[in-house]
């Protein structure tokens, strides 16, 4: 009779918590809301913020510079532009002039950023919110090009699917292309190990709440980009980098992108075992135009928000296992 | 011709265990889907070669004068295959309309030939193995069901793994991301689609499983008590079905199955009530026969009505006003006339006489592709197939009757046979879905060119009453 029992109850217990494809649902609506202050993505994954808080074994500075810094935006596919002008302060000018090599395909023609030029897309666009095959674009776009969910099914599903699928702007998408980060920032742990990469990307921007906030400008912030690896007694440890005084665009908008990165070898840092990944910054500078002061990065005070706009998350040609 | 017979009869008692061998199991791998389109393309060519088999089969069962007498339905047949796979829309789907290289023309011209002869094999199956002695009614049902039902027990528990029992209700109006795209969870299942797992729309993902399910409908003619032994095993077979259904669960899939289950009741107490009176039988055939007319009258003004629409759009109204309680259902039935009438440019006022005929020859995801499968199957296929899909409907009514009428043996096989046609083509008279995979929402997957066509196809086969040209037509 138990025996009986135990196997009813095994397959009922098996249906009742096995559920991989439903153990991050979201309400509809979740992060989609039109309020700014309401998207605020700030989970720490696993025991990211732990370790995030107590135990980051190596901290680097990089500054914006070819030789042992961080590349931003600062110009488009047609290049170009200054730091302090907000009509170029974004793109992947730099990345591309000082690495050209990254922005080739297999057969070595050049990849576009996305926009920029008329005619030009990041992504296949069936309207907001709708799957498309992006397929055409994976030899022409170079975050198509780049995107992990390409290669590595896993990065595919969750929330965060949005830091991997090659979008780079809104496209009319709104707030299903990005993340919006405040000052508590968030974690997550990848679905792989890193076996080996040359260098880190990420597809921000500055996005506001703030009067007047149409207009666009640059904000200066310092990043701070956290990876996690495995220390030998099982405990996460982070390796920080922070890239100081960034120029991002801002713009309620919110279509101006940068990529911002750097090699790993300039950072000091051995990518073989990264599991983890955190993002926090501080905000520098606004200089907002209609307000008094500075928008604050603050989502919990009243008044006006900063607040970083994550759209990918790129470790291109990587190795993962 | 009596040599000829001589020798079919050698042939038969030779092979006809391997016939019915080779039949049921690649009638088996077809319900279980192996292979994706890929293996049904596979299984649709193969299913025509050894269709050819059949031949000396049928010149048994047939003399030459019964066969003319069947080619008034194996001709329409026929082009109604020739239709479903080679149609205006699948000639502009596969590219062997526009542009393209000749070697990619031609691979198309034969992935949509193997679907016609696929469809043409496996009616031919279904109607040859009927006659074959070395295959028994229970096995041609083992092998039918236990590919469905192999079938499910796989993706039903890879569902349940994936997603939890009770999932439709546990997360109603939930929703997942998927490469940066929201996707609701309660309208998903899986689908075994090749040799991995794919997301699908419930409505598509089900089929199977409401297959499975309403073969129920046979245990009305088994008794539990005399036939202890295939009651048990009928009644698992159609309980794996409806379990599939009952944790998702999946309420359509319940009621269809339900209704072939009413069905069988229905059937198996009228049948009761009628034995040895056959006053009574005649009054059941009588209003068979009015309700089987009134039926055609319906459809043929409902078709006539969609014909003559003009920009009026009288029906299209008249429908949507109808069915606007069914979220979805027809309301693209002025688009659809459109579609087919003006190959989606109503606007010039011309009829566009392809695209009424052969089906809307824009492959385009623009097409508006409903619930109601004859509506799907109209834009597609265009208005000759469907016209012929309708004469099949009302004759595979009227043959069902003649085919659960005859007498007393095998009761249970042709209930079964006939509460899975009626339970898959209500379903997907209300149910179908043309662009079933959730993460491709750009693939076209027609109903028509599934398994399950084929499986019908071959179900239609097993309960086709020939004709026969001495006895006068035995169709009443």
């Keep these: 009779m138990n025996k009986r029992r135990l196997l009813l109850l095994a397959p009922t217990i098996f249906g009742l918590c096995a559920c991989v494809d439903t153990d991050k649902v979201y309400p509809q609506g979740a992060y989609l ?29 990089l500054e914006n510079k070819k030789e042992g810094g961080y590349f931003c935006g600062n110009g488009n596919s047609y290049g170009g532009g200054t730091a302090s002008d907000a009509s170029t302060c974004y793109g992947y000018g730099q990345a591309k002039e000082w690495h050209p090599e990254w922005f080739r395909n297999k057969e070595g023609k050049d990849l576009v950023w996305g926009f920029g030029n008329a005619g030009e897309t990041d992504i296949v666009n069936n309207g907001p919110g709708k799957w498309a095959d992006n397929s055409p674009l994976y030899e022409t776009v170079y975050s198509q090009n780049k995107r992990l969910d390409r290669f590595y099914e896993k990065f595919s599903r969750g929330y965060l699917s949005k830091l991997y699928n090659g979008q ?13 980060i405040s000052d508590q920032g968030f974690g997550t742990m990848f679905p ?24 666009a400008r640059p904000v200066i912030v310092n990043i701070d980009y956290t990876f996690y690896k495995y220390s030998d007694s099982g405990s996460l440890e982070g390796y920080q980098v922070t890239v100081k005084e960034a120029v991002l665009s801002c713009n309620a908008g919110a279509a101006r992108t940068s990529l911002v990165g750097f090699k790993f070898a300039d950072a000091g840092i051995d990518p073989k075992s990264i599991v983890g990944f955190s993002l926090t910054y501080e905000l520098v500078k606004d200089e907002c135009p209609n307000i008094e002061g500075t928008p604050s990065s603050d989502f919990s005070k009243d008044g006006y928000h900063d607040g970083i706009c994550l759209y990918e998350l790129l470790f291109p040609d990587s190795t993962w296992l | 011709m009596e040599n000829k017979v001589e020798s079919a009869k050698k042939f038969t008692r030779r092979y006809d265990t391997v016939f019915a061998f080779l039949t049921l199991e690649l009638v088996a791998l077809t319900c279980f889907g192996l292979g994706g389109v890929t293996g049904l393309r596979i299984m649709e060519i193969l299913g025509f070669f050894i269709s050819l088999f059949a031949i000396p089969f049928l010149r048994l069962n047939y003399t030459q004068e019964d066969f003319k007498a069947n080619l008034k339905v194996i001709i ?107 996707f609701p969870v309660s309208t998903e299942g899986k689908m075994l689609l090749g040799f991995s797992f794919a997301e699908v729309s419930l409505k598509y993902g089900c089929i199977a499983s409401i297959l499975l399910g309403s ?26 079905g409806i379990l599939y259904n009952a944790v998702i669960p999946y309420l359509p899939g319940l009621v269809f199955i339900g209704i072939s289950f009413l069905f069988g009741l229905v059937y198996s107490l009228i049948r009761r009530a009628t034995k040895n009176n056959e006053g009574a039988q005649k009054k059941v055939r009588f209003i068979f026969k009015i309700v089987w007319f009134v039926l055609i009258g319906v459809a043929a003004v409902v078709i006539l009505l969609f014909l003559i629409e003009s920009k009026a759009h009288l029906i299209s109204n008249l429908c949507n006003a109808i069915f606007h309680r069914v979220p979805g259902f027809v309301s693209n039935t002025l688009s659809v006339a459109d579609d087919v009438l003006y190959n989606g440019a109503p ?37 000759i197939a469907f016209l012929l899909l309708v004469a099949l409907v009302f004759f595979a009514m009227r043959n069902s009757r003649d085919f659960l009428a005859r007498g007393e043996d095998d009761l249970f096989f042709r209930l079964a046979v006939t509460g899975m046609m009626l339970a898959a083509f209500l379903y997907v008279c209300f149910y179908a879905d043309e662009i079933p995979l959730a993460h491709q929402s750009t693939t076209i997957y027609p109903f028509s060119q599934s398994n399950y066509m084929m499986v019908l196809m071959f179900l239609f086969g097993l309960s086709y009453v020939p004709f026969k040209a001495k006895e006068g037509n035995n169709h009443e």
Excluded at chain 1, 41 to 61: C, H, L, P, R
Excluded at chain 2, 123 to 133: D, E, Y
Excluded at chain 2, 219 to 237: G, V
Aim: aromatic fraction near 16%; proline fraction near 1%.
């Design chain 1, 33 to 61: 809301s039109g309020t700014f202050v309401d998207h605020v993505y700030d989970v720490w994954e696993g025991q990211t913020k732990q370790a995030f808080q107590t135990n980051i074994k190596s901290k680097v500075t």
């Design chain 1, 168 to 180: 780079i702007k809104c496209n009319g998408w709104s707030y299903y292309a990005m993340m919006v």
């Design chain 1, 192 to 215: 792989y190990e890193l076996v080996d990469a040359e260098y880190f990307g990420s597809v921000v921007l500055v996005g506001t709440d703030a009067e007047g906030g149409d207009k």
């Design chain 2, 76 to 182: 329409p047949l026929g082009v109604l295959f020739l239709l479903i796979g080679c149609s205006g829309f699948f000639c502009r789907l596969y590219g062997v309309l526009g542009n393209g290289s000749f070697i990619n023309k031609l691979s198309s011209i034969i992935v949509m030939l193997a679907e016609s002869i696929g469809l043409l094999g496996f009616f031919l199956f279904g109607m040859t193995i009927n006659g074959n002695k070395a295959a028994k009614k229970d096995f041609i049902l083992y092998a039918l069901l236990g590919g469905l039902a192999l079938y499910c027990v796989i993706v039903g528990l890879y569902s349940v793994a994936r997603y939890g029992i009770f999932y439709a209700a546990r997360f109603n109006g939930m929703f997942y991301y998927y490469k940066g795209v929201l």
């Design chain 2, 215 to 240: 073969s129920g409908a046979c245990l009305f003619a088994i008794s539990p008590k005399n036939d202890r032994r295939r009651f048990a095993i009928f009644a698992s077979l159609s309980f794996i």
């Design chain 2, 347 to 383: 606007d010039l006022g011309k009829i566009n006489l392809g695209s009424l005929l052969f089906g809307y020859n824009e492959a385009s995801l623009n097409v508006h592709l409903t619930r109601f499968f004859p509506l799907n199957f109209l834009v597609e296929n265009g208005l």
